[in-house]
């Protein structure tokens, strides 16, 4: 262990690896990656939280041998910008409700109302507002469920005085789990998912947050808009009276009255500093016998401005089984690097296998009759085309 933790290799890997999982949700007007220049004010509780940085379960973490947010963003931004920091807010306003969220790690607390005050007047010397809010590391784990999914109150009054500020905010998340993010998503400019990255998230983030790395990441869960609409997932069966294309509600129909069936962030979400471009999806052919095999191609074009990975995602649904099948299942994807401006064609091969299932009896078979492929970025913004299998 004296060996192996925390050499210059591995440090260097763990932060290539935190960035390539943080999941950009929103970037209006393209506000992210931030300039190196003016002043950066960065406010919340998780800024300079050392012992939050890992997560649970991070047994051989050593705080005192890795950057806070705050250290990591500052080292990045050297003599080019000013730093400025507020802790903003506690956790939770009720003392024993953050007592138990932070557990083992816990944090200094100070009076709400001044750490808002001090909040406010380091945001108003600032070109740009970073606010690092969300979960902290004992809020995910054993024992730690939750009632309601939004960041929690205190939290979220900070966040609502900041953008009431009028400066462009850029909303550093952290999370162990899908949260519930409808106020955030209309009126924050940047979200930036950052999970808990491990000993290097200080690093990473700065990496992302001033364009040395493009974001990539996408969702491996479902963003909610609400707790009523939980169990939510993409690969879910089908109801007797689906709600048609296009709806929001109609009577008698499996949906909600205050509310849409869509997730706010869709299974295989996440967007980028630049921009792609899907060709169309195009099949060798609309039929396959159970040894043969159809190849599904598309044509992903870079069209922004910053060289980036794109995560191209293959989705397929067996129209009727002799079981209930999902409305779509994960099959295939493929991780691709393209230079602003440049094309590649990415093909992902369709045989039996990735048709198959346990029927009934508990047989791994795949069944003639019609399927659909779908090819895009995410689970919800696709192309669809269909073939059949005799």
Known sequence: AKEKLYTPEHRSAARAIAAETFVLLKNDNKLLPLEQKGRIALIGPMADARNNMCGMWSMTCTPSRHRTLLEGIRAAAGDKAEILYAKGSNIYYDTETEKAATGIRPLE????????????????????????????????????????????????????????????????????????????????????NVWFGGSETGDAVADVLFGKVTPSGKLTTTFPRSVGQLPLFYNHLNTGRPLEAGKWFSKFRSNYLDIDNDP???????????????????????????RGKITASVTVTNTG????????????????????RP?????????????????????FDITAKQLKFYNSALNWVCEPGEFEVMVGGNSRDVQTKKFSLQ
């Open 264 to 290: 706010l962030y869709p299974f295989g979400y996440g967007l980028s500093y630049t921009t792609f471009r899907y060709g169309d999806l195009q099949l060798s052919n609309n039929s396959m016998n159970e």
């Open 109 to 192: 607390r100070r009076d709400n109302r001044q750490l808002l005050d001090e909040a406010l007047r380091v945001a108003s010397r600032s070109d740009v507002i970073v606010a690092a809010l969300g979960e902290c590391a004992e809020m995910s784990g054993e024992s730690a469920s939750r009632t309601g999914l939004e960041i929690p109150d205190t939290q979220q009054d900070l966040l609502k005085a900041l953008v009431k500020t009028g400066k462009p905010v850029v909303l550093l998340l952290f999370t162990g789990r899908p949260l519930v993010l409808n106020w955030e998503d209309a009126n924050v400019h940047s979200i930036l």
């Open 327 to 347: 409305v779509k299942e994960l099959k295939g994807f493929e991780r691709i690097h393209l230079k602003k401006g440049e094309s590649r064609t990415v093909s």
């Open 305 to 324: 401005n910053y060289d980036a990975d794109e995560i191209v995602q293959m989705y397929i649904r067996d129209m009727v089984g002799s079981v209930a």
